[in-house]
C-alpha cells in the first residue's frame, strides 16, 4: 500500500461509523496496518471494523475512500493478518460501495493461499462468480465452503425469480450427489437442503455411514469450513448441523438421533455418544413424542465409561420423571458418582438423585436437602439456559410433599440464621408456600425471617399458604420490618387477614382494600375467590375490573368473579381470550396454566375452551417458553391440567 497515497487524500468532511470517532483515525489505522507489515496481527484491524464497516443508519462516507487502501493491504502477500483484512472487505460490502473498484479484492478469490481464498468467498459476484471459482478450485478446504457458498446463494437469487447460474449449481450439485467423494457429498447435501429440504431424510443412510466413519472423522477438521465461521468444523459439529437440516421434520431427526444413538454403541464411539445426547435433549426439550423412543439409548448409557456421557444421560432420564422408573437400580448406583463435565453444570450424582426424585424413589431422599443447599451456596455458578443443568430448588422439592416429614428437618436447619446466606433460605421458601399446611412445622423457624426485609415477603407468602392454621404468627407478622415502607402496609394487612381465624373480618378487610382500590389499581382481588359465595356482595366491583383491564388483571378478575358468584358467565368468554391462542401457536403459557387451574376447579368450559383443549392435547410442542428441562416440566404440568379439564367436560 502507497503511504504516499494515503498522504494524499483529503479525509476532512467524511464521516465513520462512530459519530465520536473522528475520521483521522481511519488513515491512521491504515498507516499503522501498512508500517506492521508481516507483524500485523488481527487486533490491528479491529479499528477499521469500528470505522468503515457498515451501521444501521448507513455506509459511513469514509469507507469509500478507505476501499482501495484496505484492498492493497489485503493483497500484499507479506502483510500479516491478512486473514482477517479479507474478511474486513467482507464486512464492508453494501449497497453503498457496489460502484466502486472491488476488482482487486475478487482476484483474492485466486489468491496462492487456501486461507485467503475461503475468507473471499462473500467476495465472489453472485453465482457467475462462485461457479467460475469452483471450476478452477482444487483444495477440498476451499471447495467445500463454495458448495456453502452456492447453496446459500441459489435459493436466494432463485427466489424472485430465475438467476444467471443456477441451472449451473443444481447441475455440480447433482454430480456430486452422485459422486464417490463422500466429504463432498455430503457438503452437498447441505447445500442443497435449502432447496431441497427432503433430500437429507432420504439420504439418512448413507449420512450416517459417513458421519460415523472413522476413518473419515479426522478429515473434517482438515477440510469442513464454512463462510463467515472461523476454524474447521470438528467431526461432531458437522453431526449437529446435519441435525439442523432436519429440524422441520421432527419424525425424521427422531431417526436421525436413534440411528447414530445405534451405530455409535456398535463402534464404541464416545465422542458420537456425547454429540447424540446434546441432540437428543434438544429434541426431548422441544418434542414430547420423542419421550419414549430416547428412554432405551439413555438407559443403556448409564453404563458408559465416559462421564461426560453417563452425565448427559442422567439428565435425560431425570427429565423424564416416572418412565425412568426401570432405570431406578441403576440410578440409585450413581449417587456417588462424583463425575462431571467441563461444559455441563453439576455432577452426575447430583443428577441421579434428582432423578430418583422425579420417579418418586425415597433412595433419592438422604443427603438430598444438604445438596440442594450446597448447590444455592455456591459462587459464581453459571450455565447456559437451554443446556443440561442441575435443577432449581422448587423443582426438585415441591413434587415432594408426601415426604414433607423426612425433609423438612434439614429444611428448617436451612431456614436457621447461623449465617446462611438469605438468598440460600430464600430458595426454599417457595417450596413451604406450594406445600402448604404440610410446612406447618416450619413456622416458628419462619417467623424470625419476618424481621429481615430480604426474606419477610416470601415469608408472606408462605402464611398466606398455611391460611388460619399460621394465626399465632400474627404478632411477628404485625412488626414486619417492612412496615417501615408504608407501601408494604397494605401486604403485611392482607396476609394477616389470610391468616386470621376469624373469617368475616377477614373478608371485609379485603373486600374494602378492593372496593376502595384507585384505579387502575384493583387491590387484592384474586384474594377474593378464596371466600367464594362469600364474597358475592363484591362482584360488581370485580366485574368493572374484569371489563377494564387487560392481562392478568382481566384474568384474575373473571376468575374470581366465576368463583364469588357460581356463576360461569361472562367469565368463561374471558378465559377463552388467554386459552384459544395457545391452540393457535401461541406462548401465553402462564395466562394459559391460570386459566387451566381455573377451569379445574371450578368446573365448567365452552365449545370454543374445548376445541382448543383438543388441539393442544394433539400437538407435539412443548407448552412452555423456557429453555432446557423446565420446558419439560411445565410442558407435563399443563398438559396434566388440560387431562383433568377434559375429564371434566366428559364426565358432564
Known amino acids: 500500500m502507497s503511504l504516499e497515497a494515503l498522504d494524499a487524500v483529503v479525509w476532512d468532511g467524511l464521516g465513520t461509523r462512530r459519530p465520536d470517532e473522528p475520521v483521522r483515525s481511519v488513515p491512521r489505522a491504515l498507516r499503522r496496518l501498512a508500517r506492521a507489515g508481516a507483524r500485523a496481527t488481527e487486533e490491528d484491524c479491529h479499528p477499521l471494523y469500528c470505522l468503515v464497516?457498515?451501521?444501521?443508519?448507513?455506509?459511513?462516507?469514509?469507507?469509500?475512500?478507505?476501499?482501495?487502501f484496505v484492498i492493497a493491504l489485503a493483497a500484499d502477500p507479506a502483510m500479516g493478518a491478512r486473514v482477517t483484512l479479507v474478511e474486513l472487505l467482507a464486512d464492508m460490502r453494501a449497497p453503498a460501495l457496489e460502484d466502486e473498484d472491488w476488482t482487486g479484492a475478487r482476484a483474492l478469490l485466486a489468491d496462492p493461499e487456501p486461507a485467503v481464498r475461503?475468507?473471499?468467498?462473500?467476495?465472489?459476484?453472485g453465482i457467475p462468480g462462485l461457479l467460475e471459482r469452483w471450476r478452477a478450485e482444487t483444495d477440498p478446504a476451499v471447495r467445500i465452503p463454495l458448495l456453502h457458498a452456492l447453496g446459500e446463494a441459489a435459493p436466494r437469487e432463485t427466489g424472485a425469480g430465475p438467476a444467471d447460474g443456477a441451472a449451473d449449481v443444481q447441475a455440480v450439485l447433482a454430480e456430486l450427489l452422485a459422486g464417490d467423494d463422500p466429504l463432498l457429498w455430503l457438503a452437498a447435501v447441505h447445500a442443497s437442503a435449502e432447496r431441497d429440504r427432503g433430500l437429507p431424510a432420504r439420504e439418512m443412510t448413507r449420512l450416517v455411514d459417513v458421519l460415523c466413519d472413522p476413518a473419515l472423522r479426522p478429515r473434517f477438521e482438515e477440510v469442513w469450513y464454512t463462510p463467515a465461521v472461523d476454524g474447521p468444523w470438528t467431526r461432531e459439529e458437522v453431526v449437529r448441523s446435519t441435525a439442523w437440516t432436519l429440524e422441520h421434520d421432527p419424525d425424521a431427526e427422531l431417526r436421525f438421533v436413534l440411528r447414530l444413538f445405534e451405530t455409535a454403541d456398535r463402534t464404541g464411539d464416545t465422542a458420537l455418544n456425547r454429540e447424540t445426547l446434546d441432540l437428543a435433549w434438544q429434541l426431548l426439550t422441544r418434542r414430547r413424542s420423542a419421550e419414549a423412543a430416547l428412554l432405551a439409548p439413555a438407559g443403556a448409557l448409564l453404563a458408559s465409561p465416559d462421564d461426560a456421557v453417563r452425565l448427559r444421560a442422567v439428565h435425560i432420564l431425570a427429565v423424564l420423571g416416572p418412565a425412568a422408573a426401570p432405570y431406578a437400580d441403576r440410578l440409585a448406583e450413581l449417587v456417588d458418582d462424583e463425575g462431571s463435565d467441563l461444559y455441563l453444570d453439576g455432577r452426575i450424582c447430583e443428577i441421579a438423585r434428582w432423578a430418583l426424585a422425579r420417579i418418586g424413589d425415597p433412595r433419592a431422599l438422604p443427603g438430598l436437602v444438604d445438596q440442594l443447599r450446597a448447590q444455592e451456596e455456591e459462587q459464581g455458578r453459571s450455565y447456559i439456559a437451554g443446556d443440561p443443568r442441575r435443577p432449581d430448588v422448587k423443582d426438585v422439592l415441591i413434587p415432594l410433599s408426601a415426604y414433607a416429614d423426612v425433609l423438612l428437618?434439614?429444611?428448617?436447619?436451612?431456614?436457621?440464621?447461623?449465617?446462611?446466606?438469605?438468598?440460600?433460605?430464600?430458595?426454599?421458601?417457595?417450596?413451604?408456600?406450594?406445600?402448604?399446611?404440610a410446612a406447618l412445622p416450619a413456622l416458628p423457624d419462619l417467623l424470625p425471617l419476618l424481621a429481615d426485609t430480604r426474606t419477610?415477603?416470601?415469608?408472606?407468602?408462605?402464611?398466606?399458604?398455611?391460611?388460619?392454621?399460621?394465626?399465632?404468627?400474627?404478632?411477628?407478622?404485625?412488626?414486619?420490618?417492612?412496615?417501615?415502607?408504608?407501601?408494604?402496609?397494605?401486604?403485611?394487612?392482607?396476609?394477616?387477614?389470610?391468616?386470621?381465624?376469624?373469617?368475616?373480618?377477614?373478608?371485609?378487610?379485603?373486600?374494602?382494600?378492593?372496593t376502595t382500590a384507585q384505579e387502575p389499581g384493583h387491590g387484592p382481588i384474586d384474594a377474593l375467590a378464596g371466600f367464594g359465595l362469600d364474597a358475592a356482595p363484591y362482584a360488581d366491583r370485580v366485574r368493572r375490573v374484569m371489563e377494564n383491564s387487560t392481562h392478568w388483571t382481566r384474568l384474575t378478575a373473571a376468575i374470581t368473579l366465576w368463583s364469588i358468584t357460581g356463576r360461569a358467565e361472562p367469565s368463561l368468554r374471558v378465559l377463552e381470550e388467554f386459552i384459544t391462542?395457545?391452540?393457535?401457536?401461541?406462548?401465553?403459557?402462564?395466562?394459559?396454566?391460570?386459566?387451566?387451574?381455573?377451569?379445574?376447579?371450578?368446573?365448567?368450559?365452552?365449545?370454543?375452551?374445548?376445541?382448543?383443549?383438543?388441539?393442544?392435547?394433539?400437538?407435539d410442542r412443548r407448552l412452555s417458553a423456557e429453555g432446557g428441562y423446565p420446558m419439560v416440566l411445565q410442558d407435563q404440568e399443563l398438559r396434566a391440567l388440560v387431562e383433568q379439564a377434559l375429564a371434566d367436560v366428559e364426565r358432564t
Open 456 to 514: 419477610s415477603f416470601d415469608v408472606m407468602r408462605v402464611l398466606r399458604a398455611l391460611g388460619p392454621a399460621a394465626a399465632s404468627a400474627g404478632p411477628a407478622l404485625r412488626a414486619c420490618q417492612v412496615l417501615h415502607d408504608p407501601g408494604n402496609h397494605s401486604f403485611v394487612a392482607w396476609t394477616a387477614a389470610y391468616i386470621d381465624e376469624d373469617r368475616a373480618a377477614a373478608l371485609r378487610l379485603i373486600g374494602d382494600a378492593v
Open 409 to 437: 428437618p434439614e429444611m428448617r436447619e436451612a431456614l436457621r440464621p447461623d449465617g446462611t446466606r438469605r438468598d440460600v433460605t430464600r430458595a426454599f421458601l417457595p417450596v413451604l408456600e406450594a406445600w402448604g399446611e
Open 53 to 68: 464497516t457498515e451501521k444501521e443508519g448507513g455506509t459511513p462516507s469514509a469507507a469509500a475512500v478507505a476501499l482501495p
Open 118 to 125: 475461503r475468507a473471499a468467498i462473500p467476495l465472489a459476484d
Open 581 to 619: 391462542p395457545v391452540a393457535e401457536g401461541g406462548d401465553g403459557f402462564g395466562f394459559f396454566h391460570d386459566a387451566l387451574r381455573a377451569l379445574v376447579r371450578l368446573g365448567g368450559t365452552s365449545p370454543a375452551i374445548r376445541a382448543a383443549l383438543l388441539t393442544v392435547r394433539r400437538s
